[in-house]
């Protein structure tokens, strides 16, 4: 028996024989991290001894440690050397032993854990001016000439009011001889940058703040359970979010969960009567069929007067006018506590490189930045902008501004509100007199999505609201073959918000020779005007097979929509589909699982993840594990690859390390399979660590959907139902995608999206994530300039 343990010389001989046949399977680097490379000596002369500090302030929020991660391995890896501050401000006045170096193992096994490792506190000391001088002194005795602060509006606040007096304040330590006047000259300036770390999402100028999307999770399963146990006994139950003058959790958990009504300080009840019309919904719910009801009371919520509703005032009125028990459940800090959700992870770790980017090309005349999200892009704005439009929006509210307070929050916010009020009647508006009543029809294709559920429901009532007819097709396209539909009532997708899979049933079938003739006469029969798609590739597909075949069978002339839902997130003309938010939660939390094991007993495990050829899975499971790499059929494998994953393994584990994970998209390699790749690596490591696998398979497809994909899907349903009305009451019959760039919804001609998709691939030519994977490669190499050092790929 051959062993393949010792030098290597084995893989070295395969290795050679590879680079000999490579031709054969193309150019399948892995994570090329050449853009981060190319600009590596730059980088390093630009940080060349420049100390760097970074501290969390206020209440600790989900994804601050994955930020923390990112700034101190971004900053050593740009050559600065990173201090750590503990306990926020104090720590900044105290000084001593709070201020801390950091090395790139201080913040391993850092990225999964709730709160912030390096703890929190709100500092009287520094609101005073001789607070904040000892801060200075502090930061210049250890010469850290920049700060990136993660915290809220009153954290960032107090970052520019330390910068805009340093001068002064180092001017003061000089003479009173508290420092040298080396450095003093050292350090003329202070450079800020201001990551937003609060589950509010208060902070004006990006999408979404560090732990928002985490406190999300938290609510929307609470609710989620609540639901369940009201529905079974009838009952209704008033439910408490945080979020301070923000209504954004209590407004994106209650479109998430199906609630009955929302209370929220930018918006409150424009009636004087406001119970009487609460309860009144509420009661028609009831009698339309509904078993619970759910009130969602953000804690900042008020009445027109400015007077605030408490959870008790709510259940108090609920309970004396619908004469039933009403219980309360206030959530609170459950909603900041615990592990970050995937998007978290990933999203703070983007702004926490950026940061340092920000902070080491900062000069003394440079303004603050706040590094934030638009979509799924990283965003540079003034700081101090940022918090002044914050504060104006809590003026506005305190006002009674209430128009100018939700114009602030943004377009999405006031979208998500009237979305909301639609979906949380009792029952549709009713048809207006004249009007044409269109026949819409709506199916689900290819593999399950969570979020099909969401769409559907939230597709059927805009509709029934806007006065249609709504027609529900079971079994994907094969219901139109059979004509088997159903009639949507109101109340009949009530409970499908939170439920995963698909109801309709779904399958990837697409049509081809006599089908059409048979989906042609149930059109036809139906009298149908227009027809949502939600699915996959297969939807998308057997929609292009219609659009086809128009000149052959004219009942195909109608509006189409095709909504994105796969778990792949590789569909054309949209940056993401939904129910890829999911499974990603799904993946990391089972590799969570896995690096547990793998801790325990000084293993590696080769962890197999969905995708189909796109890698977006494996890319991003990466980079919210901290898994040391993503195999990618974008890039492909190469024995040159293996061979050095393997010194990389081997001598991580030498110097102590106690884990390794791997994920490998399944369709990464022909070859190269999981189960080659875990042999491999456990031959080469000899005892030093065991291998093992782990397919995760159809648990990425299953469970309810995350409420990041609640959320987008509802938004999708909203403007495809809005565009098909549109399009067949002026009697156009264009097929259309609905998709996000960036942070723009967009409807795109299916015939132009498909010429920038690779259909052999069933991937878009260009894929966004894919400028993700040098940060990826960057923060899970065992150590600061690790691949130029070694070569790199």
């Given at each position: 028996?051959y062993?393949?343990?010792?030098?290597?010389?084995?893989?070295?001989?395969?290795?050679?024989?590879?680079?000999y046949?490579?031709?054969?399977?193309?150019?399948?680097?892995?994570?090329?991290?050449?853009?981060?490379?190319?600009?590596?000596?730059?980088?390093?002369?630009?940080?060349?001894?420049?100390?760097?500090?970074?501290?969390?302030?206020?209440?600790?929020?989900?994804?601050?440690?994955?930020?923390?991660?990112?700034?101190?391995?971004?900053?050593?890896?740009?050559?600065?050397?990173?201090?750590?501050?503990?306990?926020?401000?104090?720590?900044?006045?105290?000084?001593?032993?709070?201020?801390?170096?950091?090395?790139?193992?201080?913040?391993?096994?850092?990225?999964?854990?709730?709160?912030?490792?390096?703890?929190?506190?709100?500092?009287?000391?520094?609101?005073?001016?001789?607070?904040?001088?000892?801060?200075?002194?502090?930061?210049?005795?250890?010469?850290?000439?920049?700060?990136?602060?993660?915290?809220?509006?009153?954290?960032?606040?107090g970052?520019?009011?330390?910068?805009?007096?340093?001068?002064?304040?180092?001017?003061?330590?000089?003479?009173?001889?508290?420092?040298?006047?080396?450095?003093?000259?050292?350090?003329?300036?202070?450079?800020?940058?201001?990551?937003?770390?609060?589950i509010?999402?208060?902070?004006w100028?990006?999408?979404?703040?560090?732990?928002?999307?985490?406190?999300?999770?938290?609510?929307?399963?609470?609710?989620?359970?609540?639901?369940?146990?009201?529905?079974?006994?009838?009952r209704?139950?008033?439910?408490?979010?945080?979020?301070?003058?923000?209504?954004?959790?209590?407004?994106?958990?209650?479109?998430?969960t199906g609630a009955?009504?929302?209370?929220?300080?930018?918006?409150?009840?424009?009636?004087?009567?406001?119970?009487d019309?609460?309860?009144?919904?509420?009661?028609?719910?009831?009698?339309?069929?509904?078993?619970?009801?759910?009130?969602?009371v953000?804690?900042?919520?008020?009445?027109?007067?400015?007077?605030?509703?408490?959870?008790?005032?709510?259940?108090?009125?609920?309970?004396?006018?619908?004469?039933?028990?009403?219980?309360?459940?206030?959530?609170?800090?459950?909603?900041?506590?615990?592990?970050?959700?995937?998007?978290?992870?990933?999203?703070?770790?983007?702004?926490?490189?950026a940061?340092?980017?920000?902070?080491l090309?900062?000069?003394?005349?440079?303004?603050p930045?706040?590094?934030?999200?638009?979509?799924?892009?990283?965003?540079?704005?003034?700081?101090?902008?940022?918090?002044?439009?914050t504060?104006?929006?809590?003026?506005?509210?305190?006002?009674?501004?209430?128009?100018d307070?939700?114009?602030l929050?943004?377009?999405?916010?006031?979208?998500?509100?009237?979305?909301?009020?639609?979906?949380?009647?009792?029952?549709?508006?009713?048809?207006?007199?004249?009007?044409?009543?269109?026949?819409?029809?709506?199916l689900?294709?290819?593999?399950p999505?969570?979020?099909?559920?969401?769409?559907?429901?939230a597709?059927?009532?805009?509709?029934?609201?806007?006065?249609?007819?709504?027609?529900?097709?079971?079994?994907?396209?094969?219901?139109?073959?059979?004509?088997?539909?159903r009639?949507?009532?109101?109340?009949?997708?009530d409970?499908?918000?939170s439920?995963?899979?698909?109801?309709?049933?779904?399958?990837?079938?697409?049509?081809?020779?006599?089908?059409?003739?048979?989906?042609?006469?149930?059109?036809?029969?139906?009298?149908?005007?227009?027809?949502?798609?939600?699915?996959?590739?297969?939807?998308?597909?057997?929609?292009?097979?219609?659009?086809?075949?128009?000149?052959?069978?004219?009942?195909?002339?109608?509006?189409?929509?095709?909504?994105?839902?796969?778990?792949?997130?590789?569909?054309?003309?949209?940056?993401?589909?939904?129910?890829?938010?999911?499974?990603?939660?799904?993946?990391?939390?089972?590799?969570?699982?896995?690096?547990?094991?793998?801790?325990?007993?000084r293993?590696?495990?080769?962890?197999?993840?969905?995708?189909?050829?796109?890698?977006?899975?494996?890319?991003?499971?990466?980079?919210?594990?901290?898994?040391?790499?993503?195999?990618?059929?974008?890039?492909g494998?190469?024995?040159?690859?293996?061979?050095?994953?393997?010194?990389?393994?081997?001598?991580?584990?030498?110097?102590?390390?106690?884990?390794?994970?791997?994920?490998?998209?399944?369709?990464?390699?022909?070859?190269?399979?999981?189960s080659?790749?875990?042999?491999?690596?456990?031959?080469?490591?000899?005892?030093?660590?065991?291998?093992?696998?782990?397919?995760?398979g159809?648990?990425?497809?299953?469970?309810?959907?995350?409420?990041?994909?609640?959320?987008?899907?509802?938004?999708?349903?909203?403007?495809?139902?809005?565009?098909?009305?549109?399009?067949a009451?002026?009697?156009?019959?264009?097929?259309f995608?609905?998709?996000?760039?960036?942070?723009?919804?967009?409807?795109s001609?299916?015939?132009?999206?498909?010429?920038?998709y690779?259909?052999?691939?069933?991937?878009?030519?260009?894929?966004?994530?894919?400028?993700?994977?040098?940060?990826?490669?960057?923060?899970?190499?065992?150590g600061?300039?690790?691949?130029?050092?070694?070569g790199?790929?």
């Amino acid at each position: 028996m051959y062993s393949w343990h010792g030098d290597s010389s084995f893989l070295a001989c395969i290795v050679w024989i590879g680079h000999y046949f490579e031709p054969v399977w193309g150019n399948y680097g892995i994570l090329a991290s050449k853009e981060w490379e190319a600009g590596g000596q730059e980088r390093e002369q630009k940080a060349a001894m420049k100390r760097i500090g970074v501290l969390t302030s206020g209440g600790d929020a989900q994804g601050m440690n994955a930020a923390l991660r990112a700034v101190v391995r971004a900053g050593l890896d740009q050559g600065a050397e990173v201090y750590a501050i503990y306990e926020g401000y104090q720590g900044l006045v105290t000084g001593g032993d709070l201020i801390r170096p950091f090395g790139w193992n201080d913040v391993g096994g850092i990225l999964q854990s709730g709160g912030t490792v390096i703890g929190t506190a709100r500092s009287a000391a520094f609101r005073t001016r001789e607070g904040r001088l000892q801060a200075a002194r502090n930061l210049i005795q250890q010469g850290i000439a920049g700060l990136v602060v993660i915290g809220g509006d009153g954290s960032l606040t107090g970052a520019d009011l330390l910068r805009a007096e340093w001068s002064e304040l180092v001017e003061q330590l000089l003479a009173s001889g508290q420092i040298e006047g080396e450095q003093a000259a050292a350090q003329p300036h202070l450079a800020i940058v201001g990551l937003v770390g609060s589950i509010d999402n208060d902070m004006w100028g990006t999408d979404i703040t560090i732990g928002a999307d985490s406190a999300l999770h938290r609510i929307t399963y609470a609710v989620d359970c609540i639901g369940s146990t009201a529905a079974s006994h009838q009952r209704s139950f008033v439910v408490e979010v945080m979020g301070r003058n923000s209504g954004y959790l209590a407004l994106m958990s209650a479109l998430a969960t199906g609630a009955d009504w929302v209370l929220i300080p930018e918006s409150p009840p424009d009636v004087e009567n406001w119970e009487d019309k609460m309860c009144e919904v509420l009661q028609a719910g009831r009698s339309a069929g509904r078993r619970d009801s759910i009130v969602i009371v953000a804690e900042g919520a008020i009445d027109r007067h400015g007077n605030e509703i408490s959870t008790e005032y709510v259940r108090r009125v609920l309970e004396e006018r619908l004469h039933e028990e009403v219980r309360a459940t206030i959530l609170g800090h459950v909603q900041r506590g615990g592990a970050p959700s995937a998007y978290d992870r990933t999203m703070s770790t983007l702004v926490g490189v950026a940061a340092v980017d920000e902070l080491l090309s900062a000069s003394g005349d440079s303004v603050p930045q706040l590094i934030g999200m638009k979509g799924n892009r990283v965003v540079r704005l003034p700081l101090m902008a940022c918090v002044e439009r914050t504060h104006a929006i809590n003026a506005a509210i305190q006002e009674r501004r209430f128009a100018d307070a939700m114009a602030l929050r943004g377009p999405g916010f006031e979208e998500a509100f009237q979305v909301l009020r639609t979906l949380v009647r009792a029952l549709p508006h009713a048809p207006r007199p004249e009007q044409r009543r269109l026949t819409l029809a709506v199916l689900t294709a290819s593999a399950p999505a969570p979020g099909m559920n969401t769409a559907v429901r939230a597709a059927v009532r805009i509709a029934l609201d806007h006065g249609h007819h709504v027609l529900g097709v079971n079994n994907s396209f094969l219901g139109l073959i059979q004509e088997d539909l159903r009639s949507f009532g109101w109340m009949d997708v009530d409970p499908w918000a939170s439920r995963g899979g698909s109801e309709l049933g779904t399958n990837r079938h697409v049509p081809s020779g006599k089908d059409f003739y048979a989906i042609a006469r149930t059109l036809e029969d139906r009298r149908i005007d227009g027809l949502l798609v939600v699915g996959g590739w297969a939807g998308y597909n057997a929609v292009q097979q219609l659009w086809r075949e128009r000149e052959n069978f004219p009942a195909f002339q109608l509006p189409i929509v095709c909504l994105p839902a796969s778990i792949n997130n590789n569909l054309p003309g949209s940056e993401l589909s939904v129910g890829a938010d999911t499974a990603l939660n799904n993946a990391v939390e089972a590799i969570n699982k896995i690096k547990q094991s793998a801790v325990a007993s000084r293993r590696c495990f080769v962890v197999e993840v969905m995708g189909k050829y796109c890698g977006y899975l494996a890319l991003m499971s990466m980079l919210a594990t901290g898994a040391e790499r993503a195999y990618l059929h974008e890039d492909g494998v190469t024995l040159q690859n293996l061979y050095e994953d393997v010194q990389m393994l081997n001598a991580g584990f030498k110097q102590g390390k106690r884990l390794g994970v791997m994920v490998r998209n399944e369709k990464c390699h022909p070859l190269y399979t999981t189960s080659f790749m875990s042999s491999l690596f456990e031959a080469e490591g000899g005892e030093q660590y065991e291998v093992r696998t782990s397919v995760l398979g159809h648990l990425q497809q299953g469970g309810d959907p995350s409420p990041f994909d609640r959320i987008l899907a509802t938004r999708y349903a909203h403007r495809s139902v809005n565009f098909l009305e549109e399009e067949a009451l002026a009697g156009r019959n264009g097929v259309f995608c609905v998709g996000l760039s960036g942070s723009q919804y967009h409807m795109s001609p299916l015939e132009e999206v498909l010429r920038r998709y690779d259909a052999k691939h069933e991937r878009p030519q260009e894929q966004w994530w894919m400028e993700l994977r040098s940060i990826a490669r960057l923060l899970a190499q065992p150590g600061p300039h690790y691949h130029r050092e070694a070569g790199g790929d």
